[in-house]
T-cell receptor
Framework: LAKTTQPISMDSYEGQEVNITCSHN???????ITWYQQFPSQGPRFIIQ???TKVTNEVASLFIPADRKSSTLSLPRVSLSDTAVYYC???????????FGKGTMLLVSP | NAGVTQTPKFQVLKTGQSMTLQCAQD?????MYWYRQDPGMGLRLIYY???????DKGEVPNGYNVSRLNKREFSLRLESAAPSQTSVYFC???????????????FGPGTRLTVT
């Protein structure tokens, strides 16, 4: 499984755009990049998944450069309710399990 | 659809007691998982079941057993609880047929277990 590195914590203010970058230097050719969000006292929730370039959904955007050695989760105009831990995972269907690191704790302030 | 449900929500055990955590999903998913999460840590996989009738150890299986009762239900048993098993336990499921959705797991609300 590809090892991922992401910041332990980030701070932001309401209305700002937040970008969380994840490094995954040994990503394999058939690996996907997936992000999860976890609120306090809840289970993680799938946010977005991508393979290359850019993926956008109603919650976030995921930017993946051509070399795929990193990825950036972009949260537009965050609100207080976006305060959560965000996990970056890398892998493919060949792996039966997920490996969650410690994630990035995003704190959004008024 | 309820998604993934877990019972109980909270439990306090004394050292040496046993208990079973229940998990059920109504999404017709093939694969089911049990994780534990300790303060300041990410989730660690205890056991998983890739499909009905199969179970495999994850990263931290010691002290636990599992049963995939049917496609819907996957239980986690602590035979002799220890304080080191104080944690929040999450059950998850996924549809194993779609490669692109491989990492889209659906999690339950968790069980907070305290062992004294």
């Amino acid at each position: 499984l590809a090892k991922t590195t992401q910041p332990i914590s980030m701070d932001s203010y309401e209305g700002q755009e937040v970008n969380i970058t994840c490094s995954h230097n040994n990503i394999a050719t058939n690996d996907y990049i997936t992000w999860y969000q976890q609120f306090p006292s809840q289970g993680p929730r799938f946010i977005i998944q991508g393979y290359k370039t850019k993926v956008t959904n109603e919650v976030a955007s995921l930017f993946i450069p051509a070399d795929r050695k990193s990825s950036t989760l972009s949260l537009p105009r965050v609100s207080l309710s976006d305060t959560a831990v965000y996990y970056c995972l890398v892998g493919n269907s060949g792996y039966s399990t997920l490996t969650f690191g410690k994630g990035t704790m995003l704190l959004v302030s008024p | 659809n309820a998604g993934v449900t877990q019972t109980p929500k909270f439990q306090v055990l004394k050292t040496g007691q046993s208990m079973t955590l229940q998990c059920a999903q109504d999404m017709n998913h093939n694969s089911m998982y049990w994780y534990r999460q300790d303060p300041g840590m990410g989730l660690r996989l205890i056991y998983y079941s890739a499909s009905e009738g199969t179970t495999d150890k994850g990263e931290v299986p010691n002290g636990y057993n599992v049963s995939r009762l049917n496609k819907r239900e996957f239980s986690l048993r602590l035979e002799s609880a220890a304080p080191s098993q104080t944690s929040v336990y999450f059950c998850a499921s996924r549809d194993g047929l779609a490669a692109k959705a491989f990492y889209e797991q659906y999690f339950g609300p968790g069980t907070r277990l305290t062992v004294t």
